[in-house]
C-alpha cells in the first residue's frame, strides 16, 4: 500500500462516534506525557446555500520526536479540514507555551485519506511534522512497537466531559486492555441483554460494524467501562471527545513508551429504564462503552511510519 504527502480538503465533524479529556482522569503536567493539545480548522460546503460552513475542532496528539518536531494523532480528525497554500491542514497546537514550544509550523502532513479509514479503521493515524523552536525541556516518547500483550495502559486526552473545564494539561487514566475485541459481551455483559435486548442489540450493532471495517482485529487494542464485578461503571475513566490521537502509554525501564492512540468510541443511541447506570441526569456523550486505540506495532502502520521518516520524520522507537 502506497502513502502520499497528504493534502486534505476535508474538514472535521469527526465521525460520529469518535473519541475527541479522558473523562473521570487525573490532570497531570502536559510535559509528562508530552501530549498535545492540536485546534484544527475546518470548513463544510452547504450545497442548499452554495456556501461554505466553517469550524474548528480540538484533538489530541502525542509528541515522538523533536528534530524536527513530530507528532503522531488520529487520521480521522482531518475529515473536511482547511487546508492552506501548500494543501496543509491548518491547525495550530495550543498548549505550545505550556509545553516549551515558542514558534510551529507544519510542513508535512502523512495521512491516509478519510474515505479510506472510513473503510479500514486501522488506518486511523496520521503523523505531522513541525518546523518549530523548542526548547530543552521538550521530550519525545518513543514507541514501542514489538509487543505481543498489553495488559494495562494509561490513557491520556484533552478531551472534554459533560461539566469539564478547558486547561493547559490533560488527563490520563489507568485502564485493562480487553483480552479480546470480538467477544461482545466483555463489552456489555448478559446480564444486560437480558434486561434490554433492543438496546443491546443497537450496542452489539455498532460493534460489529468496527469489526466489518478492520482489516486485521490485532490492529486495535480496546477498553470497556465494566468494573470487577462486570458491571458496567460510569465512573472509570474513558476517552470522550477531544481524546483522539491522545497516546496510550506503558511505563518501561523509567520512562513512558506509547503502544497506541485513542481512535474511535462507541456510545449508547438512548438511555434505558433498565439499566441503573442511566440514572443520572447527564447527556449520553457521558455513557461510552467502548473505546478503540490504534496500534503502532502493526504492519499498515509502520509503514506509514518508515514513509515519513524517509521525508523527513523525527520518530524515536524503543
Given at each position: 500500500?502506497?502513502?502520499?504527502?497528504?493534502?486534505?480538503?476535508?474538514?472535521?465533524l469527526?465521525i460520529?462516534n469518535?473519541?475527541?479529556?479522558?473523562?473521570h482522569?487525573?490532570?497531570i503536567?502536559?510535559?509528562?506525557?508530552?501530549?498535545v493539545?492540536?485546534n484544527?480548522?475546518?470548513?463544510h460546503?452547504?450545497?442548499?446555500?452554495?456556501l461554505?460552513?466553517k469550524?474548528?475542532?480540538?484533538?489530541?496528539?502525542?509528541?515522538?520526536?523533536?528534530?524536527?518536531?513530530?507528532?503522531i494523532?488520529?487520521?480521522?480528525?482531518?475529515?473536511?479540514?482547511?487546508?492552506?497554500?501548500l494543501?496543509?491542514?491548518i491547525?495550530?497546537?495550543?498548549?505550545?507555551?505550556?509545553?516549551g514550544?515558542?514558534?510551529?509550523?507544519?510542513?508535512?502532513?502523512f495521512?491516509k485519506?478519510?474515505e479510506?479509514?472510513?473503510?479500514?479503521?486501522?488506518?486511523d493515524?496520521?503523523?505531522?511534522?513541525?518546523?518549530?523552536s523548542?526548547d530543552?525541556?521538550?521530550?519525545?516518547?518513543?514507541i514501542?512497537?514489538?509487543i505481543?500483550?498489553?495488559?494495562?495502559?494509561?490513557?491520556?486526552?484533552?478531551?472534554?466531559?459533560?461539566?469539564?473545564?478547558?486547561?493547559?494539561?490533560?488527563?490520563?487514566?489507568?485502564?485493562k486492555?480487553?483480552?479480546s475485541?470480538?467477544d461482545?459481551?466483555q463489552?456489555?455483559?448478559?446480564?444486560?441483554?437480558?434486561s434490554?435486548?433492543m438496546?443491546?442489540?443497537?450496542?452489539?450493532?455498532?460493534?460489529?460494524?468496527?469489526?466489518?471495517i478492520?482489516?486485521?482485529?490485532?490492529?486495535?487494542?480496546?477498553?470497556?467501562?465494566?468494573?470487577?464485578?462486570g458491571k458496567?461503571s460510569?465512573t472509570?475513566?474513558?476517552?470522550?471527545?477531544?481524546?483522539?490521537?491522545?497516546?496510550?502509554?506503558?511505563?518501561?525501564?523509567g520512562?513512558?513508551?506509547?503502544?497506541?492512540?485513542?481512535?474511535y468510541?462507541?456510545?449508547?443511541?438512548?438511555k434505558?429504564?433498565?439499566?441503573?447506570?442511566?440514572?443520572?441526569?447527564?447527556?449520553l456523550s457521558e455513557?461510552?462503552?467502548i473505546?478503540?486505540g490504534?496500534r503502532?506495532?502493526?504492519?499498515?502502520?509502520q509503514?506509514?511510519?518508515?514513509?515519513?521518516?524517509?521525508?523527513g520524520?523525527?520518530?524515536q522507537?524503543?
Open positions: 500500500m502506497k502513502y502520499n504527502l497528504v493534502i486534505f480538503f476535508a474538514a472535521i469527526v460520529s469518535s473519541a475527541k479529556a479522558i473523562i482522569g487525573e490532570s503536567n502536559a510535559k509528562t506525557v508530552s501530549t493539545n492540536l484544527i480548522k475546518h470548513q460546503y452547504l450545497r442548499s446555500s452554495n461554505w460552513d469550524y474548528e475542532s480540538n484533538c489530541s496528539a502525542v509528541i515522538v520526536g523533536t528534530n524536527p518536531l513530530t507528532l494523532t488520529a487520521s480521522h480528525c482531518f475529515k473536511e479540514a482547511s487546508v492552506d497554500s494543501q496543509l491542514p491547525l495550530n497546537i495550543e498548549n505550545a507555551e505550556d509545553l514550544i515558542s514558534q510551529h509550523k507544519l510542513i508535512k502532513a495521512l485519506p478519510y479510506d479509514v472510513e473503510k479500514n479503521v486501522g488506518l493515524i496520521a503523523v505531522l511534522i513541525f518546523e518549530a523548542i530543552e525541556t521538550v521530550v519525545a516518547i518513543p514501542k512497537n514489538n505481543d500483550y498489553v495488559e494495562n495502559v494509561y490513557l491520556c486526552g484533552f478531551g472534554l466531559g459533560y461539566l469539564d473545564k478547558k486547561g493547559p494539561n490533560p488527563k490520563c487514566g489507568n485502564r486492555i480487553l483480552k475485541v470480538n461482545f459481551y463489552i456489555l455483559p448478559e446480564s444486560y441483554e437480558i434490554d435486548q438496546l443491546h442489540i443497537k450496542a452489539r450493532a455498532q460493534f460489529n460494524h468496527k469489526q466489518e478492520t482489516n486485521s482485529a490485532n490492529t486495535l487494542l480496546a477498553v470497556n467501562r465494566l468494573d470487577d464485578k458496567y460510569e472509570l475513566p474513558m476517552p470522550t471527545f477531544g481524546d483522539s490521537g491522545g497516546p496510550w502509554l506503558i511505563h518501561e525501564n520512562r513512558y513508551c506509547v503502544v497506541a492512540i485513542s481512535s468510541v462507541e456510545r449508547f443511541y438512548n434505558s429504564v433498565f439499566w441503573k447506570f442511566f440514572n443520572r441526569d447527564t447527556p455513557y461510552p462503552y473505546a478503540y490504534i503502532l506495532g502493526e504492519p499498515e502502520i509503514k506509514l511510519l518508515d514513509s515519513a521518516i524517509k521525508e520524520a523525527d520518530i522507537f524503543n
